[in-house]
């Protein structure tokens, strides 16, 4: 791989898009990365890097049927949340919770992350989200988890020994402590956790003690980050993991977001993985300042492979970057069926089911354009930036017809229609910042949806303020996906591209 020349400062958030709770682990000179991935399908989004700054997706911890099982009735931003993922005695570890009924917390192993990872061990004996897991020096496994509580445990059977113990909840008051991680460094323990809700009050907070079963002693600084309060472009800052570099030097990899627009400000993309250096100071950690254009680290950069912005669908296997509603079953998507397509068989009839057929990326740019060449002739279906099943907007093709469809709330319409020529078409959809003047009312981003003609131009059918596919109209925990959708019969894609516009 050809060392970049050294670049002063590089970009944050590290991962963009919709890519919260991050879990970092290192082996060697390999840093490992995973997030949650909740209503999709695969589930467990893992990235490499060799310079903790540029990450390559390189597969899903739970990639199998067997491994899981998201139900249709499950609501949107229920499912897999929140993964630790470590290294220990040769082997991979990743613990995370699937919120989905009678499912609960399951850990998974491989010795290669890129996988295959093992099927799931259940653990019964682990009542809390966010899972963390961390070995004594005599190879005893603690798990502790959101609460905070901590309880022992066998992580080849998910048996646990005893009654869960409270070991520390953060400040008095704060709600939701989470996110737990437990570290040893030198002669201390340290549990590190997340409080104040993963909205503007956010924070990271850490206490130490001699032992991993406390008593924990809080650092007189909490909480070591957050930016609420603040007009920082980066919000919500919070649930963070700790890495030393293979340098010696100490980092935190952390979720925040970036709203825009007028009061109270909105965030399109979801819960995004930002990193930023940690020094240590009396034997506690203090977290440097959070920049977009964060100061290179003091190593060659490594830039993985470029991204392919275009996806013709000649593999027979997808992608990892591309997420599933819920399942992904050979008869409802598939690249076999018709080869170089993607073809989609639809179960249920709109973007507003839970478990329509849909297939997407994360948007990871602010400002992108994505298209698609779609055959409709079999169905109906199109291209959809999608927040949940509520919060959409979509450009449709069937019968002659191509129409863009905005779903808000319990709000549903047709927004525009226009006859295009049978067979298939190209549809498409941007999102840039709105136009001036920008006042208090201003939203995020606009979301333009059209069509492009044979001729090759592209025709905006539709002009739809961003602010109702963001976290703060939706609620819930993910982000926008854009892709494309079977709402009847079958539907092809033959191929699908993606791009940043502007940086
Ligand atoms: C996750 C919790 C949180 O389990 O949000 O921001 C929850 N932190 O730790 C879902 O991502």
């Not at 060392?3 to 919709?18: E, M, S, T």
């Not at 018709?338 to 089911?353: C, F, N, Q, V, Y």
Request: glycine share 12%; aromatic share 8%.
């Amino acid at each position: 791989m050809p060392l970049q020349h050294q670049a002063a400062r590089v970009a944050n958030p590290v991962i963009p898009g919709f890519h919260p709770d991050p879990s970092v682990c290192r082996v060697g000179d390999d840093y490992y990365l995973a997030c949650s991935s909740f209503e999709y399908f695969p589930g467990v989004p893992l990235f490499h890097s060799r310079d903790l700054v540029h990450w390559t997706q390189i597969g899903n911890a739970l990639d199998r049927p067997g491994q899981l099982r998201l139900p249709a009735s499950m609501p949107s931003s229920g499912g897999i949340y929140a993964p630790t993922l470590r290294h220990h005695d040769g082997r991979f570890w990743l613990m995370v919770t699937n919120v989905a009924e009678g499912a609960g917390n399951l850990i998974v192993t491989a010795t290669d992350p890129t996988g295959p990872w093992s099927d799931p061990v259940r653990v019964p004996g682990v009542p809390g989200i966010d899972p963390d897991l961390a070995w004594d020096e005599d190879g005893t496994c603690w798990c502790t988890f959101a609460g905070i509580a901590q309880v022992r445990i066998d992580p080849t059977t998910g048996q646990t020994y005893g009654t869960p113990r409270k070991l520390w909840s953060g400040a008095p008051g704060a709600k939701a402590p989470e996110a737990p991680h437990l570290y040893r460094v030198g002669d201390y323990w340290y549990l590190l956790i997340a409080e104040g809700g993963t909205e503007r009050g956010h924070c990271v907070s850490i206490a130490r003690s001699r032992t991993p079963t406390g008593p924990f002693e809080p650092c007189p600084a909490n909480p070591v980050l957050t930016h609420r309060s603040t007009d920082h472009p980066v919000q919500n800052t919070g649930h963070a993991d700790l890495v030393q570099a293979h340098d010696g030097s100490w980092w935190l990899v952390f979720l925040g977001v970036r709203p825009r627009g007028g009061t109270p400000g909105w965030h399109v993309l979801g819960r995004e993985t930002f990193l930023t250096p940690v020094t240590w100071e009396d034997g506690w950690p203090v977290v440097g300042e959070v920049a977009l254009d964060l100061p290179a680290p003091p190593w060659p950069l490594v830039p993985g492979p470029a991204e392919e912005h275009r996806d013709d669908f000649g593999l027979s296997e997808l992608r990892p970057t591309w997420i599933s509603l819920r399942d992904r079953s050979a008869e409802h998507c598939s690249t076999k069926e018709r080869p170089g397509w993607l073809t989609l068989r639809a179960r249920g009839d709109s973007l507003d089911e839970p478990d329509v057929v849909f297939t997407g990326r994360r948007q990871q740019h602010l400002a992108c354009r994505a298209r698609t060449l779609v055959d409709p002739s079999e169905g109906r279906g199109g291209l959809a930036v999608r927040l949940d099943e509520r919060h959409h907007y979509a450009v449709e093709a069937s019968g002659g017809q191509v129409r863009v469809i905005a779903r808000i709330g319990s709000l549903r319409t047709v927004v525009a229609t226009r006859p295009v020529p049978e067979g298939p078409v190209v549809l498409g959809v941007t999102t840039r910042e709105p136009a001036p003047p920008h006042g208090p009312c201003t939203g995020p981003d606009v979301v333009c949806l059209g069509v492009e003609d044979p001729d090759g131009t592209f025709t905006v059918l539709a002009e739809l303020d961003g602010r109702y596919l963001s976290t703060e109209v939706a609620g819930g925990f993910s982000g926008r996906v854009i892709g494309m959708y079977a709402a009847a019969g079958t539907v092809h894609f033959d191929w699908f591209d993606y791009e940043p516009v502007g940086r």
